[in-house]
Every structure is written in structure tokens, then in C-alpha cells.
């Protein structure tokens, strides 16, 4: 059922002469078909829905009430619409190299056009700080982190919502820390520092609370990723390789902690992206093949296609769609320097028996202007 036709049904449904002049009034666009209008709408840029919410009262209720904008915050109505507004948006956070400030900016899926966000209120060095993103309910936080030139870490939280375009302040963790591990898990924030203590954000209370402890030598951060309701923290292979790296895995719902398997940590040799509940690598060395991690094999297998196109340079960044994209397809994002993105599309390939994937990549070049950029996190978020 279409919004228009849902909004209809409750109005009639109050009975009355008003309530039957207010149904002529119900279109979204006057003279568009109610699909039409709604598919128009689902366009509009999302920096600018609070603008277009002030057009009538129609668009008000659409771009509060619709599907895509009470995932953001609370259940949606149960007679609303089927469409969505809430759109896969590429966000990449990156440093200008001159004025050492950190920006952010967002992908519109639609006309591949960079929109320039409010500035980040962190004053975290490169690196430092943590970023996550918690896809369904529209938000990403940037946590703790080292101050700029010097080493003293902080516990501040900032959080930016995209049915707000604002940035703001949350409680601050527990324990100031940086150059830390974290991910979302469940819906809630996990944060685990280098020395193996460990706390998790609930955005529905705003509270920080502990988690358990990891026991063990130090781990210290390479990559991370958050999948099945687990934080995968991996310290990656260091020279001279004389020992294979040390992982660890977190579980959210028995609030414990376990060894990573080995052929997970031994292969983990790039930045990891989870897409459609898979997690992929983008591998740092040769052409930067595509691996995904087979958990019944304990390995990570090679995705047939070529490698992230060369336009796209270092440093460089990962992020993964969170849902499959259509017939069974994952998406993955790789955002290098001058925020030049390689979009790689995975589709699944009959071979004999087995079942393997292949992926295939389009690169959207970045402005000009963003040639000195170079980017340090990317979070895919629905807005």
C-alpha cells in the first residue's frame, strides 16, 4: 500500500464531511500518479529533508513517517508506506594534508555527487580515533582517539545523524583510550582497547557500560570488523614475520572472548568490509584482489575479477553495504586518495558443483578539488 493510500484509509476511516474534503488533499505531487510521487520523493537529497518537510503537511508526514525515517529513531507507523527513503549513502571521512583537519563527506548513490557534511568536531589525530557507523538507525560515531600533537588520549563521543545533517555529543566512554578496535554488534557500539579492556555503547539508553575483559598478550590493532553478532580484531603480520599475528574475537551475546581461528588471522593480510552478512578483504599486496572468508573451511578464497582499479591510489580505505543489493549481490566500497571510489558489485557464479563469486568494478572519480584528500575511515549508512 502506497502512502498516500494509507494516509487516505486513516482519514476516511475518522468519518465525517471534513474528513472527505481533507482525502482531496492527500496528494503528495497534485496530477502525479501516488507511485510517481513517492518515487520522486525518495530522491530528494537528505541534507535537505528538514527544507522540504516545510512544503505541506503532506511532505511533512511522508519524510517523517515513512519506512526509512522512523528506522532512524523509532518503529514505523503500521499502515505506512512500502517504499523507503532510507538509501545506501557512502560516507568517507578523510584529512586535508595542509590544514590537518579532518572532513567528511557523503556519496549520493543516485547522481554520484560528493555532499560536503558539517565539520567533524574532533580534534583527534589521524589514526587515532575510531569510527563506527549504526546503519539502521542512521548514525555514525566518532570515538576517543589521541589529541593532535600530543598523547594524551580522550574519552569523548561525538555522533552525527542524518535526519538531523548535525553532529552532537553523547556520553564519553569509560576509559579515555586511543588507536583502539570497535564495531557494531547487535546495534550497540563495542569498543576494545590494545590492552584488552573492553566497553559497549547502548544508543537507546546513551550509556556506556563494561564488557568482558580479553585475557592475554596485547593485541594490537591492525583491522577489525563487526559480523554475526561478533567484533573480529585482528593485529595483522608485522616484520620480520617471525610469528603468525595474534586475534581475537568477541561475542556480544556471551559477553566473552575467544582465540580467532588461524587460517582467519594468518590470511587476514588486508582491509576488511562486510557485505550481506560475508566478510570480504581488500589484500594490500599485488593488485589488491578481493578475498571473502569461508568459516566451514577456515580460509579466505579469492573472488574471481581483477583487482580495485589502479585510478584508485593510496592510502585507501573499505567499506561494505550492509544488505545484499538485488539476486543475491554485495557491494563493497574502496575509497582512495582524492576520494577517487572503487565500487565493486560481488555476484555469485555457478562453477561445477561449488558455488563461487566474481566481482566487477566501476570507479567513480572525486572532484578535483579533493585531490590532496586522503582518506582514514568510510562507513556506509542508510539516510
Not at 94 to 99: E, I, R
Not at 176 to 185: D, S
Not at 366 to 377: K, Q
Amino acid at each position: 500500500m502506497s502512502f498516500s493510500s494509507a494516509c487516505k484509509q486513516q482519514v476516511l476511516g475518522a468519518g465525517g464531511e471534513e474528513a472527505r474534503e481533507e482525502e482531496g488533499a492527500m496528494e503528495l505531487i497534485p496530477g502525479l500518479p501516488e507511485e510517481v510521487a513517492e518515487k520522486c520523493l525518495l530522491h530528494l537529497p537528505f541534507l535537505y529533508h528538514r527544507l522540504f518537510r516545510t512544503v505541506s503537511s503532506n511532505w511533512n508526514r511522508f519524510l517523517t513517517d515513512a519506512p526509512g525515517a522512523a528506522a532512524k529513531g523509532s518503529a514505523p507507523p503500521a499502515a505506512t508506506a512500502t517504499v523507503s527513503l532510507s538509501l545506501p549513502f557512502l560516507f568517507a571521512f578523510a584529512f586535508d594534508p595542509v590544514s590537518r583537519r579532518l572532513q567528511c563527506q557523503a556519496l549520493d548513490p543516485f547522481s554520484r555527487r560528493w555532499l560536503l557534511l558539517p565539520p567533524v568536531p574532533c580534534g583527534a589525530a589521524a589514526g587515532s580515533f575510531a569510527v563506527v557507523g549504526l546503519p539502521a538507525r542512521g548514525e555514525i560515531y566518532v570515538i576517543g582517539g589521541v589529541e593532535e600533537g600530543g598523547d594524551k588520549a580522550v574519552s569523548s563521543v561525538a555522533v552525527y545523524s542524518a535526519a538531523t545533517n548535525r553532529w552532537g555529543q553523547v556520553a564519553g566512554m569509560r576509559t579515555a583510550r586511543g588507536y583502539m578496535a570497535a564495531g557494531e554488534v547487535g546495534g550497540r557500539v563495542v569498543v576494545a582497547g590494545e590492552d584488552g579492556e573492553a566497553e559497549v555503547f547502548d544508543p537507546e539508553s546513551a550509556r556506556w557500560s563494561p564488557a568482558a575483559p580479553r585475557g592475554g598478550a596485547a593485541v594490537a590493532r591492525y583491522d577489525a570488523a563487526a559480523a554475526g553478532g561478533k567484533l573480529y580484531v585482528t593485529e595483522g603480520w608485522a616484520w620480520p614475520f617471525e610469528r603468525a599475528p595474534r586475534g581475537a574475537v568477541y561475542d556480544a551475546a556471551a559477553d566473552a572472548w575467544s582465540d580467532m581461528a588461524r587460517g582467519m588471522r594468518e590470511g587476514w593480510t588486508g582491509s576488511c568490509a562486510v557485505s550481506g552478512g560475508r566478510m570480504y578483504i581488500v589484500a594490500e599486496y599485488g593488485e589488491w584482489r578481493l578475498k571473502r572468508y569461508d568459516e566451514p573451511r577456515d580460509e579466505w578464497r579469492m573472488v574471481a575479477g581483477g583487482g580495485v582499479p589502479q585510478e584508485v591510489r593510496r592510502p585507501h580505505v573499505v567499506a561494505g553495504q550492509l544488505e545484499e543489493v538485488g539476486c543475491g549481490r554485495r557491494r563493497i566500497y574502496v575509497v582512495g586518495a582524492g576520494l577517487d571510489v572503487a565500487v565493486g558489485t560481488v555476484s555469485a557464479v555457478q562453477s561445477g558443483a561449488a558455488e563461487e563469486e566474481r566481482v566487477e568494478w566501476e570507479v567513480v572519480k572525486g572532484p578535483e578539488e579533493f585531490v590532496g584528500l586522503a582518506p582514514c575511515n568510510a562507513q556506509v549508512l542508510y539516510a
